[in-house]
């Protein structure tokens, strides 16, 4: 291959890239004020994947900074639950880092692992140290894999290293690439 066709290639690569859709993501997990030294590492690394998918083209958002921005804006918002459902429900994609100690968090699967269109989107990433077998939570691990979500585990070094960010970015690239595909549903007879 000559070096112009390499560049028309590399062209179509990147114009490729920049046609799929940019989706809208929530990053759910444990928050700034938890005490527990591996939840705050958790909740950094949240903002750190918001801001790599935000820098990525995409619209990713923390709800808990949502719904203080929705607050301050005037908009009534009779709790954070239902808030955080409104949110899922515009949403491309949910992203649940779940960690142990954080109440929130499991408040947040109980909610949201037993409805089906919430299932659909969640990417449920689960710490190496949780509870698998506790019948509770197997079985929301269950539903979400059930319903096509997708559930993961990582290991508490992933946290602070850059694999579940790497991760994250991939699973994300192979939503929008699925989305891409939308249009031409229609000819397979789903609209």
């Known amino acids: 291959m000559n070096k112009n066709e390499i560049d028309a290639i590399k062209s179509m690569i990147e114009k490729y890239v920049e046609s799929r859709p940019k989706l809208t993501i929530l990053i759910m997990g444990p928050g700034k004020d938890n005490k527990d030294d591996y939840a ?17 083209g995409h619209r990713a958002s923390l709800p808990e900074t949502r719904y203080e921005e929705a607050k301050r804006n005037g908009v009534e918002v009779l709790n954070i639950t239902e808030f955080e459902r409104y949110l899922i429900d515009q949403s491309n994609q949910v992203i649940i880092l779940y960690v142990p100690n954080c109440p ?7 909610v949201f692992s037993i409805s089906p269109e919430c299932v659909r989107k969640l990417y449920f990433l689960y710490g190496s140290d949780c509870r698998y077998t506790q019948t509770f939570f197997k079985d929301k691990i269950d539903f979400i894999e059930g319903g096509n979500g997708k559930v993961e585990q990582f290991c508490k070094n992933e946290v602070e290293e850059c694999s579940l960010l790497t991760r994250v970015g991939q699973r994300i690239e192979q939503v929008a690439r699925f ?10 007879g789903v609209e």
């Open 179 to 188: 989305h891409s595909m939308s249009p031409y549903k229609k000819y397979e």
């Open 40 to 56: 705050q590492k958790c909740y950094k690394k949240r903002c750190q994947i918001k801001d790599f998918l935000t820098k990525n």
């Open 104 to 110: 929130g968090v499991d408040h947040e699967v109980s």
